[in-house]
């Protein structure tokens, strides 16, 4: 089993930056995919980023590709999102998930879930 703790959110002007962390606690946090997902309000979850459990395959949305980074260090069980250039339409609860596949995109590809780190990018 493996319980995922976001951190790192907060508030930000637009182009500014963020970066989360998903620290993970189990043994299997190294044999597992990851994802950051995000939900805005009145929306459903989006995917937003995926890395292999290697590290060496990553996987973005259109929407963030070239702004966002995903990185994962699996000495101390803990995946990254770095976030540049943010927009206001960013602004979201960010979820880390830990999943099965290669560089799983959604949702029922992941089975463990973090509670979300709020993002909110000002204008």
């Known amino acids: 089993q493996v319980q995922l703790v976001e951190s790192g959110g907060g508030l930000v002007q637009a182009g500014g930056s963020l970066r989360l962390s998903c620290a993970a606690s189990?043994?299997?946090?190294?044999?597992?995919?990851m994802g950051w997902f995000r939900q805005a309000p009145g929306k459903e979850r989006e995917f937003v980023a995926a890395?292999?459990?290697?590290?060496?395959?990553?996987y973005y949305a259109d929407s963030v590709k070239g702004r966002f980074t995903i990185s994962r260090d699996n000495a101390v069980n803990t995946v990254y999102l770095e976030m540049n250039s943010l927009k206001p339409e960013d602004t979201a609860v960010y979820y880390c998930?830990?999943?099965?596949?290669?560089?799983?995109?959604?949702?029922?590809?992941?089975?463990?879930w973090g509670q979300g780190t709020q993002v909110t990018v000002s204008s």
């Open positions: 998930a830990a999943g099965s596949g290669r560089v799983p995109k959604s949702n029922n590809e992941y089975v463990y």
């Open positions: 890395i292999s459990w290697s590290g060496g395959s990553t």
């Open positions: 189990g043994r299997t946090f190294s044999s597992h995919a």
